[in-house]
Every structure is written in structure tokens, then in C-alpha cells.
T-cell receptor, first 119, second 114 residues
Framework: DAGVIQSPRHEVTEMGQEVTLRCKPI?????LFWYRQTMMRGLELLIY????????DSGMPEDRFSAKMPNASFSTLKIQPSEPRDSAVYFC?????????????????FGQGTRLTVV | AQKITQTQPGMFVQEKEAVTLDCTYD???????LFWYKQPSSGEMIFLIY??????QNATEGRYSLNFQKARKSANLVISASQLGDSAMYFC???????????FGSGTKLNVKP
């Protein structure tokens, strides 16, 4: 398996522009996560999907951020309009959630991340 | 709410020595999983080891072992025979069995000295 694939790897954009980050999870995984990593705040969970449905978006910073998962093999994180404080590394991760107690969950497999710089 | 605490922002260890990275967690759940990840300077997140809350044996993966003390809610990572390539950030994480949300600690930066 190719692992979790994110694109682009690097993005530089001007303040006010729309930014779209893309993620292809590992085939067969039913959970997908978007994380943001900064020096100041560490790893923050933005949103968590299970079976393509957003389960918890409490980490999404504000209405400028939106995430979609139209099917099991693709997700996007959009920032509109972007601001300099959005500059960070954005990770997508996927895992397989156990169906019942005792089966447990697999670890989260991370993509390589997208380094976003908003100038 | 779930919480992961890593109290060591940075640590140094001499090459070939063992090192323990601390992790404590707070949860009221009975079933959960604990994970350790390594993030080298190149930025990728690499899974190292997993411990289930019902596992009676401490998990081991090569030079990595997890010192799991359920009553104390601690899940320390032990790296034996440190290598220069072990220099990286290390993150402890937890997930709940019936809610697959991963909670991460703030990380520990490990430097291995030659």
C-alpha cells in the first residue's frame, strides 16, 4: 500500500487566498483525521471522520476552515480566506476503527504532511 | 475529557544507553489504546509501538518497549541501546475503543549524543 497520500507537500499563498489541501487515506481504513502542527500549539486535531461522516469537528478553529470527505478514498481541508496565522504543517491520518470492544483500533497512519505558508 | 501529559520537553542520552520517555494519561474509559510516535527532523510521523488497556504484558517492538502501569495511568517508552538516529521528537497518544479519536501529548525532544 502506498500509505496516506497528501498533496501538495508545500504550499505558499497570499493572505486572503483560498487554500485546498488533499488527502487519500489508506484503502480499507474507515477513520480519517486532519491535524495541524505548530511550534506553539503542537499537534491539534482539527476534524475526525468515520465512514466518511464528520464525527467531531470541535477542533476546527473557525468558519474559515471546512473539511469534506465525499467518499472513502478522498478528503479535502479548505481554508478560505487564508491568514498568516494559518501557517503550519497539516497532517492527514487514517486508521481502522475496531467494530466492537476488544478488537481495538489500529494506529493512525500519517501522511507526509503539507507545509502551508501564508504570506 | 481525555488528556495526555508528557512532562519532559527535552532529554539527552548518551549513545548506546537506555532512555525512558514519560507519558501519563487521564481517562475514565476502561478500554483504550496507547501509542508512541517518532517525528524526526524530516517531519514524518512514524508509529513505534502500541499497548491496549487490557493487555497484561508490556508491549515490545525491537529496541522499543512500553512500560505500562495501568493503576498509575502511565505508559512510558523505553528505548534501549540508543542510536544517533533516535534523535527526534516523540509523541505519546491515546485512542478510545468506541471513539477512534487520537489524543496526542506535547512531545519530548530526544537528543542522542555520540
Amino acid at each position: 500500500d502506498a500509505g496516506v497520500i497528501q498533496s501538495p507537500r508545500h504550499e505558499v499563498t497570499e493572505m486572503g487566498q483560498e487554500v485546498t489541501l488533499r488527502c487519500k487515506p489508506i484503502s480499507g481504513h474507515n477513520s480519517l483525521f486532519w491535524y495541524r502542527q505548530t511550534m506553539m500549539r503542537g499537534l491539534e486535531l482539527l476534524i475526525y471522520f468515520n465512514n466518511n461522516v464528520p464525527i467531531d469537528d470541535s477542533g476546527m478553529p473557525e468558519d474559515r476552515f471546512s473539511a469534506k470527505m465525499p467518499n472513502a478514498s478522498f478528503s479535502t481541508l479548505k481554508i478560505q480566506p487564508s491568514e498568516p496565522r494559518d501557517s503550519a504543517v497539516y497532517f492527514c491520518a487514517s486508521s481502522l476503527e475496531g467494530l466492537w470492544r476488544g478488537e481495538g483500533n489500529t494506529e493512525a497512519f500519517f501522511g507526509q504532511g503539507t507545509r502551508l505558508t501564508v504570506v | 475529557a481525555q488528556k495526555i501529559t508528557q512532562t519532559q520537553p527535552g532529554m539527552f542520552v548518551q549513545e548506546k544507553e537506555a532512555v525512558t520517555l514519560d507519558c501519563t494519561y487521564d481517562t475514565s474509559d476502561q478500554s483504550y489504546g496507547l501509542f508512541w510516535y517518532k517525528q524526526p527532523s524530516s517531519g514524518e510521523m512514524i508509529f513505534l509501538i502500541y499497548q491496549g488497556s487490557y493487555d497484561e504484558q508490556n508491549a515490545t517492538e525491537g529496541r522499543y518497549s512500553l512500560n505500562f502501569q495501568k493503576a498509575r495511568k502511565s505508559a512510558n517508552l523505553v528505548i534501549s541501546a540508543s542510536q544517533l538516529g533516535d534523535s527526534a521528537m516523540y509523541f505519546c497518544a491515546m485512542s478510545r475503543y468506541n471513539f477512534n479519536k487520537f489524543y496526542f501529548g506535547s512531545g519530548t525532544k530526544l537528543n542522542v549524543k555520540p
